[in-house]
């Protein structure tokens, strides 16, 4: 079992930054890859970033690339999620989710999810 738990989430102009943290239980977290998801009101869940098991390869989808940056500290049980230039339509619950078998875009095969935490965008 792994726990997740998100902060750092909050209310930022556009342009502005956020990183993003999720804390794991779990003695195996090292073991799992990880994932960022989002959703905003009336929308699906939205795949946004994964990590490898190892932290050494990464996924964006297309709407935060170069934007955002995915990284892990597998000593610290933790998931990072650095956001940059940040444009209203970032606005979204931000999920973080663990997967035992390798990384997806599809928020369907994740096995663990945090509870989320709110992002809000202001123009």
């Known amino acids: 079992q792994v726990q997740l738990v998100e902060s750092g989430g909050g209310l930022v102009q556009t342009g502005g930054s956020l990183r993003l943290s999720c804390a794991a239980s779990?003695?195996?977290?090292?073991?799992?890859?990880l994932g960022w998801f989002r959703q905003a009101p009336g929308k699906g869940r939205e795949f946004v970033a994964a990590v490898t098991w190892s932290g050494g390869i990464t996924y964006y989808a297309d709407s935060v690339k170069g934007r955002f940056t995915i990284s892990r500290d597998n000593v610290k049980n933790t998931v990072y999620l650095q956001m940059n230039s940040l444009k209203p339509e970032d606005t979204a619950v931000y999920y973080c989710a663990a997967r035992a078998s390798g990384t997806s875009r599809s928020s369907e095969v994740y096995d663990f999810w945090g509870q989320g935490t709110q992002v809000t965008v202001s123009s």
């Open positions: 779990g003695r195996t977290f090292g073991s799992y890859a």
